[in-house]
């Protein structure tokens, strides 16, 4: 069984700066990559970042020079840095987990409960 276990949400004003963390537990074969989305009310999930323990990050265009992903191999974590937040920026954040449980078995998602994050203006 796969956990993600997620920290850090909270408020802010904008300008300001929080910390996600999300951290996978259980019994797995590998990780090839651990991500962030978000929600905003009335909007789609959308994807902020993804981290591939090989060590890339990607992200959206809209968090481009504010936000860093980074991760843990060790600790199967990964912690978003969130720089300059704007209101824009305000949604429940969910982890994803892109795992393989068995090596022969194909990779399958895996989510945490999400982390409300909002950025007063």
């Known amino acids: 069984q796969v956990q993600l276990v997620e920290s850090g949400g909270g408020l802010v004003q904008a300008g300001g700066s929080l910390r996600l963390s999300c951290a996978a537990s259980g019994t797995f074969f590998s990780i090839n990559s651990m991500s962030w989305y978000r929600q905003a009310p009335g909007k789609e999930r959308e994807l902020v970042a993804r981290f591939t323990f090989g060590g890339s990050a990607s992200y959206t265009d809209s968090v481009k020079g504010r936000f860093t992903l980074s991760g843990d191999n060790a600790k199967n974590t990964v912690y978003l840095q969130m720089n300059s937040l704007k209101p824009e920026d305000t949604g429940v954040y969910y982890c994803?987990?892109?795992?393989?449980?068995?090596?022969?078995?194909?990779?399958?998602?895996?989510w945490g409960q999400g982390t409300q994050v909002t950025v007063s203006s």
């Open positions: 994803n987990a892109n795992i393989k449980i068995m090596y022969y078995r194909p990779a399958s998602d895996y």
